[in-house]
């Protein structure tokens, strides 16, 4: 009951089809379900074969969903935009669940370009990432498939595409109860990590703090930027992470170099700078990612680097 309740105020949503059954059969959607509510389970979700990045066949609902807890992140490996911060994001918040990754939940990405994404191809990537959880690829059917039944794919989407990605969703779902509630995979780490324990009712869950205590509206957009785009791979003085530490960028760097290299470093490669190139080739090639950002935001985020990086 108390459990039910906290997920009635998160908003958390059964799945269409089963979903709407339960809203619209129960008085309540906030009530304990009722034993015969029917609820994504064996008969819903489809038992497609899919391989790891061990190579190592698995079935979907049998092997990945069946009374389990899961975070389910669609992803593929030549993506240059949000995948790669998707990732990382994603390291951070493996970090933040601890001992209870792979235990109280697994976490799954999912490629969405299988044909590239042979088991080898997820490997090295998840390596690159220090990423220590389960990579999948499979036929392109059954991956749409899953993608359609959890909600997160649709049939006019292209999702490989740079202009219509899949978007950065996390589906966290619990199998037994048919809960399921998505989220931005971008998202504070701390945040989905204690969301994800409210969500799945762990007892010594630390928590969670309200968006307005954690993001005081001081924030200037060039911190805020930072924090919500950068922060997944680059610390300002506290050491290389994914990317370099950014602690003196702006002093050993042109400004206008910078602006042209957080626009888009990958054109910046394509037309020889040698920095970039050299940048590249040693941070295990994961690329700074293209985000898309306008000019006045990467002025501000400038601005940013800038007074976090003068010596005091
Ligand atoms: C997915 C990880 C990732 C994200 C997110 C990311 N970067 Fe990077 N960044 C890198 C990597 C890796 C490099 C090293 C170059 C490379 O591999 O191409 C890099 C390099 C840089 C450099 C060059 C550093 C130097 O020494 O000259 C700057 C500046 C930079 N990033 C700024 C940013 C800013 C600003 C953001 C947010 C808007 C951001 N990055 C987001 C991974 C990331």
Known sequence: MRRTALIGVLGAFLLAGAGATAAHDGAHPSATPAPSVKRPGAGYFPNVELLTQDGRAVRFYDDLLKGKSVAIAFMFTSCQDVCPLETANMVQLRRQLGERAGKDIHLYSISIDPQTDTPAALKAYAEKFGADWTFLTGQPEDIKLIGKKLGMIRDRDKPTSRESHHGAILMIGDEPTGQWTRNSAVDNPRFLAARIGTFLGWRDNAPQRS?????????????????SKCSACHSIGRGDRLGPDLAGVTDRRERAWLASYIADSGKMREQGDAVAIALHNKYKKIGMPYLALGSSDIADLISYLQTRSTPQ
């Not at 968006?211 to 924090?227: C, I, M, S, V, W």
């Open 211 to 227: 968006y307005a205590e954690a993001k005081p509206l001081t924030l200037d957009n060039g911190q805020r930027l930072f924090q």
